[in-house]
């Protein structure tokens, strides 16, 4: 199960990090990803990196303000996001690739 952590409410162009933390199955074995859901939306992939950590992607809606990375000593990941905008409102979420078990998210808020 991974578990993320760490939204709020931010002013449009503020920055937050978000972490999740990862159990109950081996860490290193997966690519691993965010990913975002607003309301009245789907669920948006945001960004993924491999099981090594050398491989990165982001869609063009958050490449340049996004980053994401992984700590395996800890289980642990992380979004920085920066430059944030209000249509980055949203509720977020880790999962491995391919996704398991999706916890609560944590909920991001960009007021204007």
């Known amino acids: 199960q991974l578990q993320a952590s760490g939204g709020g409410l931010v002013q449009a162009g503020g920055s937050l990090r978000l972490s999740c933390v990862a159990s109950?199955?081996?860490?290193?074995?997966?690519?691993v990803g965010w990913f975002r859901q607003s309301p009245g939306n789907g669920r948006e992939g945001l960004s993924c990196?491999?099981?090594?950590?050398?491989?990165?992607y982001y869609p063009d809606s958050v490449k340049g303000r996004f980053t994401i990375s992984r700590d395996s000593a800890k289980n642990m990941m992380f979004l920085q996001m920066d430059n944030l905008k209000p249509e980055d409102t949203a509720v977020y979420f880790c999962?491995?690739?391919?996704?398991?078990?999706w916890g609560q998210g944590t909920l991001v808020t960009v007021s204007s």
């Open positions: 990196i491999s099981s090594g950590g050398g491989g990165t």
């Open positions: 109950g199955f081996t860490f290193d074995d997966y690519a």
């Open positions: 999962n491995r690739i391919p996704p398991s078990i």
